[in-house]
């Protein structure tokens, strides 16, 4: 495929991490029995911050869809093009000035005339708002995605997909635990070389996803002979999945395209997003659709580090505000990059070669920040990674130690974060904070999380929503729940048993002959309603011996139930 030259100019790059919604996960085989079809919901919905009123639009909008988890932030990150590339290269004959228009030039997916394609495009078509925030967040990286796409010699069709996938949101997180503006799942993103770890997750770094994510729809497209809308279902709700609707229909005597196959309905409208968007991007003027422009230069660059450097230290290095370089770099979890790699930043073009130069005349030991720790009474290196915010891996090896022993007046260095970490407003820790302090009722309960608990369960004790519970703590509702991890519960208002100072136990009591729901309330200092809800008996009139009820019980409030 020919390379398009074009001419560069400044720009101004703006990045926008606010609310919008993704549809889909994509398992490997073996998870892909597990991938959960989004719930049907009734009533006004919202896409990003836009609320829709209109029932058939609220359907449409949540055909599939499930809210995306990520940070209520607006950024702004300023940078130029390259211009020294610019003036390296041949100018061509056409100038293309407008990445999406670069886009739309080589699209040639066939669309078909259908209504489940015309009830996403006519979604899409009402609220150009939607795209006017995607095309915002778009812009730091369309550019270098179109580029790799256009290298492999893929459809181009496929520089749309994080536009049904996340929005283009790189802290996406969503059902089945996908996560980044391509959504992989854990299992997934290791089949496909995405590292993942403590310090890092390739999921959310655009770089490595983009490459995981080519790589995983060239397998696909070879997988199904082909066939690209087989592929793309594929790349939503899993290889198996598709290859069994085919043979079914092939059993039946029935036709094996994307429209003639049973699929669910999360995947039955993920690939007529796909082609809806392809249509009006290629057909704007004749929808009279305004798709905002993305000029058509590279802006950002891929620097090579050699080691851990310190997130601040970066920053400063590159005369940027930090937050601007963590949106740029949203793989990195903490407040440095992985020690074992990926050693590598993206920075703005114009800023590259400055960074690059500095950092090569400073030594490495200068690129984090150090402290001398004298080993006390109770001290082990888990602890002292707790405190100093790193891995004990990490103390062993700057301190070339062959065990986790450490001594009584041993000197330790440990490397620590150059700023105060709420600094790194952008890391996982402080994402996931800021998101639980976002106000949504009255008052906010601190629930941590015991052996057994359940976010269904959860929900059920402090009777709120399971969906918006898992949502409030930065997580999916069928995500584990560990032991001692701290959740927040935003109640309206709060009964005994949602008191913080409440010792909430879970209890499956059987019922004995001559039990009633009054009797078993009475027993253990609970509400009638709350055991039916707790167990779905609400019409129940009688209870029968043996019966198992489940029972939230304070234990600090018990009556003598002898």
Same mark, same amino acid.
């Given at each position: 495929?020919?390379?398009?030259?074009?001419?560069?100019?400044?720009?101004a790059?703006?990045? %926008?991490?606010?609310?919008?919604?993704?549809?889909?996960?994509?398992?490997?085989p073996?998870?892909?029995?597990?991938?959960?079809?989004?719930?049907?919901?009734?009533?006004?919905?919202?896409v990003?911050?836009?609320?829709?009123?209109?029932?058939? *639009?609220?359907e449409?909008?949540?055909?599939?869809?499930?809210?995306?988890?990520?940070?209520?932030?607006?950024?702004?990150?300023?940078?130029?093009?390259?211009?020294?590339?610019?003036?390296?290269?041949?100018?061509?004959?056409?100038?293309?000035?407008?990445?999406?228009?670069?886009?739309? #030039?080589?699209?040639?997916?066939?669309?078909?005339d259908?209504?489940r394609v015309?009830?996403?495009?006519?979604w899409?078509l009402?609220?150009?708002?939607?795209?006017?925030?995607?095309?915002?967040?778009?812009?730091?990286?369309?550019?270098?995605?179109?580029?790799?796409?256009?290298?492999?010699?893929?459809?181009?069709?496929? /520089?749309?997909?994080?536009?049904?996938? !996340?929005?283009?949101?790189?802290?996406?997180?969503?059902?089945?635990?996908?996560?980044?503006?391509?959504?992989?799942?854990?299992?997934?993103?290791r089949?496909?070389?995405i590292?993942?770890?403590?310090?890092?997750?390739?999921?959310?770094?655009?770089?490595?996803?983009? *490459?995981?994510?080519?790589?995983?729809?060239?397998?696909l497209?070879?997988?199904?002979?082909?066939?690209?809308?087989?592929?793309?279902?594929?790349?939503?709700?899993?290889?198996?999945?598709?290859?069994?609707?085919?043979?079914r $229909?092939?059993?039946?005597?029935?036709?094996?395209?994307?429209?003639?196959?049973?699929?669910?309905?999360?995947?039955?409208?993920?690939?007529?997003? %796909?082609?809806?968007?392809?249509?009006?991007?290629?057909?704007?003027?004749?929808?009279?659709?305004?798709?905002?422009?993305?000029? #058509?230069?590279?802006?950002?660059?891929?620097?090579? %580090?050699?080691?851990?450097?310190d997130?601040?230290?970066?920053?400063?290095?590159?005369?940027? @505000?930090?937050k601007?370089?963590?949106?740029?770099?949203?793989?990195?979890?903490?407040?440095?990059?992985?020690?074992?790699?990926?050693?590598?930043?993206?920075?703005?073009?114009?800023?590259?070669?400055?960074?690059?130069?500095?950092? /090569?005349?400073?030594?490495?030991?200068?690129?984090?920040?150090?402290?001398?720790?004298t080993?006390k009474?109770?001290?082990?290196?888990?602890?002292?990674? #707790?405190?100093?915010?790193?891995?004990?891996?990490?103390?062993?090896?700057?301190?070339?130690?062959? !065990?986790?022993?450490?001594?009584?007046?041993?000197?330790?260095?440990?490397?620590?974060?150059?700023?105060?970490?709420?600094?790194?407003?952008?890391?996982? *820790?402080?994402?996931?904070?800021?998101?639980?302090?976002?106000?949504? /009722?009255?008052?906010?309960?601190?629930?941590k999380?015991?052996?057994? *608990?359940?976010?269904?369960e959860? !929900?059920?004790?402090?009777?709120?929503?399971?969906?918006?519970?898992?949502?409030?703590?930065?997580?999916?509702?069928?995500?584990? %729940?560990?032991?001692?991890?701290?959740?927040?519960?935003?109640?309206?208002?709060?009964? @005994?048993?949602?008191?913080? @100072?409440?010792?909430?136990?879970?209890?499956?009591?059987?019922?004995?002959?001559?039990?009633?729901l009054?009797?078993?309330? $009475?027993?253990? $200092?609970?509400?009638?309603?709350?055991?039916?809800?707790?167990?779905?008996?609400?019409?129940?009139?009688?209870?029968?011996?043996?019966?198992?009820?489940?029972?939230?019980?304070?234990?600090?409030?018990?009556?003598?139930?002898?």
């Amino acid at each position: 495929m020919s390379r398009q030259w074009f001419v560069y100019s400044s720009i101004a790059l703006t990045m %926008l991490l606010s609310g919008c919604q993704s549809p889909q996960t994509h398992p490997s085989p073996e998870t892909a029995e597990q991938t959960q079809s989004s719930s049907d919901e009734t009533g006004s919905c919202e896409v990003g911050k836009t609320p829709i009123k209109n029932q058939q *639009d609220c359907e449409i909008a949540k055909d599939g869809v499930i809210d995306v988890i990520h940070p209520e932030e607006d950024l702004v990150v300023s940078a130029k093009p390259d211009e020294k590339d610019a003036l390296d290269k041949e100018p061509a004959p056409v100038v293309i000035t407008d990445v999406w228009a670069r886009i739309a #030039n080589q699209l040639n997916f066939e669309v078909p005339d259908n209504r489940r394609v015309a009830v996403q495009r006519n979604w899409y078509l009402k609220h150009p708002e939607y795209m006017a925030r995607v095309t915002r967040r778009a812009q730091p990286f369309l550019f270098y995605i179109t580029s790799q796409i256009e290298e492999q010699e893929m459809p181009l069709e496929l /520089a749309l997909l994080p536009i049904v996938e !996340s929005a283009f949101d790189p802290f996406a997180y969503s059902h089945g635990r996908a996560a980044g503006m391509w959504q992989f799942i854990p299992g997934t993103a290791r089949r496909f070389g995405i590292r993942q770890s403590w310090w890092y997750d390739g999921r959310r770094d655009v770089i490595a996803s983009t *490459d995981g994510a080519l790589s995983y729809l060239t397998y696909l497209y070879e997988y199904f002979d082909g066939n690209w809308l087989h592929a793309l279902a594929a790349y939503n709700s899993g290889e198996g999945r598709v290859r069994r609707a085919i043979k079914r $229909n092939q059993q039946a005597g029935k036709p094996t395209d994307f429209w003639s196959l049973d699929l669910p309905r999360e995947t039955r409208a993920y690939v007529p997003k %796909l082609l809806a968007l392809a249509d009006i991007l290629k057909n704007k003027q004749s929808y009279d659709f305004a798709w905002p422009a993305i000029e #058509n230069v590279p802006v950002i660059k891929i620097v090579d %580090l050699g080691s851990q450097v310190d997130l601040a230290f970066a920053a400063d290095l590159a005369g940027m @505000d930090l937050k601007a370089l963590q949106a740029l770099n949203p793989g990195f979890n903490r407040w440095a990059t992985d020690p074992d790699g990926p050693h590598h930043l993206v920075l703005p073009a114009d800023k590259a070669e400055n960074f690059t130069r500095q950092l /090569a005349s400073i030594d490495r030991d200068e690129r984090l920040n150090w402290v001398r720790h004298t080993v006390k009474r109770g001290d082990s290196l888990l602890k002292l990674a #707790n405190q100093y915010h790193t891995t004990a891996k990490i103390i062993r090896q700057v301190n070339n130690l062959d !065990s986790n022993m450490i001594r009584i007046g041993d000197h330790i260095m440990v490397p620590v974060a150059l700023k105060a970490l709420n600094a790194y407003a952008l890391s996982q *820790d402080q994402r996931l904070a800021s998101l639980q302090n976002i106000q949504r /009722a009255d008052h906010k309960l601190v629930h941590k999380v015991k052996s057994g *608990d359940t976010f269904w369960e959860l !929900s059920r004790k402090y009777k709120v929503d399971t969906r918006e519970l898992a949502k409030w703590n930065g997580m999916a509702p069928t995500d584990p %729940l560990h032991p001692g991890k701290e959740l927040v519960v935003w109640v309206n208002k709060v009964s @005994d048993s949602q008191r913080n @100072d409440a010792v909430i136990k879970t209890l499956t009591y059987t019922v004995r002959k001559g039990d009633s729901l009054s009797v078993i309330a $009475n027993k253990f $200092n609970v509400r009638i309603k709350d055991i039916k809800d707790w167990n779905d008996i609400a019409n129940q009139r009688y209870l029968q011996p043996g019966q198992k009820l489940k029972l939230f019980v304070d234990i600090t409030r018990l009556k003598n139930i002898g």
